[in-house]
């Protein structure tokens, strides 16, 4: 095999896909009007991965199907508008928040669930972030903040120490949570100075957005590894992605390399209604089929939780698959080899 070049910069053009090798040149015009619809960019990184894993490459290169809307498709399809007080605050559950720090990625995704609203239109402008923090000042119930986007991590290493410092005044805020790519695709972002931003606060966690283990290059495996020895505690979420991680051995592959990353693999989302991403979904019975077949084969500490965000702002719920199921005055057990078994309860009459 040879060796692919160095990639040290970023693409965000169609010309550059194609430059690249990762589209034909004939399907550019058709793919300039999907960029023109959700934007597209691949850091260095990314770039360099896609062109030796397809799995990546899917991900992040626009294909002609993103043109296709289907009837189920939703302009917002996890409900971020629902429940928001003030701009770029969701408000969903009691005792969190969702304060979205900026509309900008390092690259985009061609599956998001926000894609409707990410672009590089940069960070929440201050008064409107002053008003953000005044609610979160207000309302004693709001136990964690959690930092999204867009991506949180394209802030400047000072910006996020004012708002974590910020953030850290407030007495009733336990938790700082950061839900990012950063860590995996920009690797080069997590640098001393932004460790010691997150470490202001007694309790930030951060949860890394990964699909499939070609993104761990050994740059990303590093960054991680910084994170974790500074202490920070590390998630992961997961997006189950047709062609992309929807086998067992490609999300086993993932998982296993999480665990040993010291990233705690958290939540296996169901695709979302997105427009333009249905070539990404799968069932929900395929993904419980994965989940069923990766239960007994993996450790316990590998498997996430399998999610569905429940369209329209309801909130997220675990989808199964069930193990449980009642059964006259009792129980039945499906173990991990799908036997069935009678349970009773001792202490239900
Ligand atoms: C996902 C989400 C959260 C965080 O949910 P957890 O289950 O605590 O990870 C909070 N608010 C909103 C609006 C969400 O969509
Ligand atoms: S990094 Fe997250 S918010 Fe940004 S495009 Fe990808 S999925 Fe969407």
């Known amino acids: 095999m040879t060796a692919l070049p160095r990639r040290r910069a970023a693409v965000q053009t ?7 090798g990762l589209v034909q040149a004939e399907d550019a015009p058709v793919l300039e009007r999907v960029a023109q619809d959700f934007r597209l960019r691949l850091t260095a990184p990314m770039r360099q991965a896609a062109g030796g894993s397809a ?35 969701t408000h969903r559950y009691p005792d969190r928040v969702i304060l ?8 985009y995704c061609r599956f998001c669930f926000r894609r409707e609203t990410v672009g590089d239109t940069g960070h929440l402008p201050q008064d409107q972030l002053d008003a953000a923090l005044d609610y979160i000042r207000r309302t004693p119930a709001i136990w964690e ?20 410092a910020q953030l850290s005044a407030i007495a009733h805020v336990g938790v700082i949570r950061l839900h990012t790519r950063v860590p995996v695709v920009a690797p080069e972002r997590i640098t001393d100075d932004l460790v010691a931003a997150l470490r202001q606060h007694p309790s930030v966690w951060v949860v890394v957005h990964t699909n499939h283990a070609d993104e761990l290059t050994p740059e990303a495996r590093d960054a991680l590894t910084r994170l974790a020895d ?17 086998t067992v051995e490609a999300l086993e592959h993932l998982f296993r390399a999480l665990i040993r990353l010291r990233v705690k693999p958290y939540y296996l989302h169901h695709c979302d209604l997105a427009r333009g991403a249905g070539h990404f979904r799968t069932t929900i019975a395929e993904g419980q089929a994965l989940m069923a077949a990766l239960r007994g084969r993996l450790s316990g500490t590998c498997l996430p939780t399998y999610v569905l965000d429940i369209p329209g702002g309801h909130g997220k719920v675990p989808i199964g698959p069930d193990h449980l199921h009642r059964d006259g005055d009792g129980w039945r057990v499906t173990d991990p080899n799908g036997g069935q078994h009678r349970y009773h309860d001792p202490g239900q009459s």
Do not use: Y
């Not at 169609?14 to 690249?20: F, K, P, W």
């Not at 490459?57 to 409900?79: H, K, M, N, W």
């Not at 505690?233 to 991680?245: E, K, T, Y």
């Open 145 to 164: 903040v959690i930092l999204t986007g867009g991506d949180p991590l394209v802030l400047s290493a000072r910006r996020i120490a004012a708002l974590v």
């Open 230 to 246: 500074a202490g920070v505690p590390l998630l992961s979420q997961s997006v189950l992605l047709r062609g992309v991680n929807d």
């Open 14 to 20: 169609v010309a550059g896909l194609v430059a690249d």
């Open 100 to 107: 979205h720090v900026t509309k900008t990625c390092e690259v």
């Open 55 to 89: 799995a990546v490459a899917r991900q992040f290169v626009p294909t002609a199907e993103e043109l296709v809307s289907r009837p189920d498709d939703l302009f917002d399809p996890i409900g971020d508008d629902v429940h928001a007080p003030v701009p770029g605050l």
